[in-house]
């Protein structure tokens, strides 16, 4: 946890600089989703953290607005970009992840792997953010998920380890092909 607290520290004056009102109702939403990215930060010894940016949220009656950090987040030498609307019906998750090599892996039905979200746009996130669905690019791809499991388990799979992708090793620390289809 101790190499996480440096790595974070741009966040960490993010959320001092940017707490919501007290009196928002939905702003436990606000802070159960930065306590969820601290948690996802020290569980994945994230390397480095950064606030790309903001975006707004709307959440349902009484509707409030409320400003959350876009987040990069990188693991080994993946990079994961995410936002979270949980004012939406459903809400979800974006996540755009980057890898120097292709994911061979299965993607367990964690998303739609044929989901466009370049045409739509992803509020926060600017266009250079936003990459192919996972069908057409397995190292750089853009995907929707539904809840903190779905993001636990993308970043437990898809994060490429330096010393996993030098010995051709997967994340248990077993020797052999990651490719086991």
Known sequence: MAKTEPAAMELWRWINDNNPDPSLEYGKGWWDYLEFLKLMIDKHDADRVEVLGTYEIETPPPCERLTLPVVRLRIGSTSFTLRHDFGAYPDAYIVSVERRTDYRERCFRLFDPD???????????????????????????????????????????????????????????????????
């Open 115 to 181: 989901l466009d979200l370049r045409t739509s746009g992803v509020a926060g996130f600017r266009p250079e953010w936003v990459f192919p669905p996972f069908r057409q690019d397995r190292r750089r791809f853009t995907c929707r998920l539904h809840d903190e499991w779905d993001v636990h388990v993308l970043l437990t799979a898809f994060a490429e380890r330096d010393q996993e992708a030098a010995r051709g090793a997967d994340p248990n620390g077993e020797k052999g092909s990651l490719d086991r289809r």
